[in-house]
Each structure stands twice: as structure tokens, then as C-alpha cells.
T-cell receptor, first 113, second 114 residues
Framework: KAGVTQTPRYLIKTRGQQVTLSCSPI?????VSWYQQTPGQGLQFLFE???????NKGNFPGRFSGRQFSNSRSEMNVSTLELGDSALYLC????????????FGPGTRLTVL | SQQGEEDPQALSIQEGENATMNCSYK?????LQWYRQNSGRGLVHLIL?????REKHSGRLRVTLDTSKKSSSLLITASRAADTASYFC??????????????FGQGTTLQVKP
């Protein structure tokens, strides 16, 4: 099976812009979770989607949003970018999101200037 | 907030030696997972151990879980230079409201010298 894919792999944006990141889960996986990784805060959970519904959300401002499509692919959007949003954004897929392994994609490296 | 605390933060060993990393957590869990990350790349899933399990093996990896002490350990035997990476433990907290959410520790950076 193909692994989790994320596009784009690298992005450079300026403050105030918005960005959309994409994640394609492993075939058959219905749960997609998003994480932000920074040197200071480590890996932090953003949100999780299952069957096109957001089931769980981390402690991030409303500028961070996401959605999931009927084929389980997911996108996350960050509006009004701030310098502190520079990070590696990782998505992970799992069969059901409950008590299953989560498999991660390679990540999208976002740099905000 | 970080639930997992990992110890040590950094570990340097010679090839062929064993490496042990420890992880502690705060709340009840459904499972605990270990991941490896090379130089800011994606996370590679190593092993999942459920709350009703005490030990699991996968190749050169051995994971133990002690729910009474809220701790886990990862042992890598006969280490190789290619094992050089950061290792993270991640917990899925108990309860139905925590689906899809892993809480990560800060990680242990392992260097294996050839």
C-alpha cells in the first residue's frame, strides 16, 4: 500500500497570507489527524477528521481549520499567517482513529517571512 | 500540553550497544506508540502497545508498559549507525473523546557512533 502523502513538501509565505496543505491517507484509512511540530513546542495535535467530520480539536486559534472529503483526503488551512506558524505540519492516517496505529506522512515545511 | 516526559533527552552510544529510552505519562491511556524521526522528516511508526499489554517485540525493538507507574521503555538491541534519530513516545488518552489524538513527549535524540 502507498503511504501517507502530503503536498506541497515546502512552502514559503509572508505574514498575513493564507495557506492550504493537503494530505492523502493510506487507502482504507478513514481517520486523518494533523499535527504541528516546532522546536519550542514539539509535536502538538491540531485536529482529527473521520468520515468528513471533525471529531477532535487541539488548542489552536480559529485561524487553523481543516476539512475532509468523501475519499478521506484532508486539507488544512491557516489564514492570516504569523511568523510563529512556521513549522513542520504532519498529517497521520489510521483505520478508525481509536486505538489504532497512526501512520505519518513526510510533512509540509511551512516558512512564514 | 505534553503528556509524555522522555528520559534521557540525549543518548550517545557505540554501534553494537543497546539503547534504552524511557517515557512517563500522566493520565490513563488506550495505548502508547513509539516513533522514530530522522532530521525533521516524517515520523516512522515503530510499535504500538495497548494498555492491557505489558511487553511487545518487533525485530530489535522491545517495548514495555507499566500502567501502574504510567511509564514505558523502548529498548533497541545491537544498535546500528542507521538507528541515529529522534525517538518519541506518544499516548492516546483513554476515553471516547480522545479519538485520533496523540500526545507526544519531547523525544530522545539517539546518536549511534560507528
Amino acid at each position: 500500500k502507498a503511504g501517507v502523502t502530503q503536498t506541497p513538501r515546502y512552502l514559503i509565505k509572508t505574514r498575513g497570507q493564507q495557506v492550504t496543505l493537503s494530505c492523502s491517507p493510506i487507502s482504507g484509512h478513514r481517520s486523518v489527524s494533523w499535527y504541528q511540530q516546532t522546536p519550542g513546542q514539539g509535536l502538538q495535535f491540531l485536529f482529527e477528521y473521520f468520515s468528513e467530520t471533525q471529531r477532535n480539536k487541539g488548542n489552536f486559534p480559529g485561524r487553523f481549520s481543516g476539512r475532509q472529503f468523501s475519499n478521506s483526503r484532508s486539507e488544512m488551512n491557516v489564514s492570516t499567517l504569523e511568523l510563529g506558524d512556521s513549522a513542520l505540519y504532519l498529517c497521520a492516517s489510521s483505520l478508525s482513529g481509536h486505538n489504532n496505529e497512526q501512520f505519518f506522512g513526510p510533512g509540509t515545511r511551512l516558512t512564514v517571512l | 500540553s505534553q503528556q509524555g516526559e522522555e528520559d534521557p533527552q540525549a543518548l550517545s552510544i557505540q554501534e553494537g550497544e543497546n539503547a534504552t529510552m524511557n517515557c512517563s505519562y500522566k493520565t490513563s491511556i488506550n495505548n502508547l506508540q513509539w516513533y522514530r524521526q530522522n532530521s525533521g522528516r516524517g515520523l516512522v511508526h515503530l510499535i504500538l502497545i495497548r494498555s492491557n499489554e505489558r511487553e511487545k517485540h518487533s525485530g530489535r525493538l522491545r517495548v514495555t508498559l507499566d500502567t501502574s507507574k504510567k511509564s514505558s521503555s523502548l529498548l533497541i538491541t545491537a544498535s546500528r549507525a542507521a538507528d541515529t534519530a529522534s525517538y518519541f513516545c506518544a499516548t492516546e488518552a483513554g476515553g471516547s473523546s480522545n479519538t485520533g489524538k496523540l500526545i507526544f513527549g519531547q523525544g530522545t535524540t539517539l546518536q549511534v557512533k560507528p
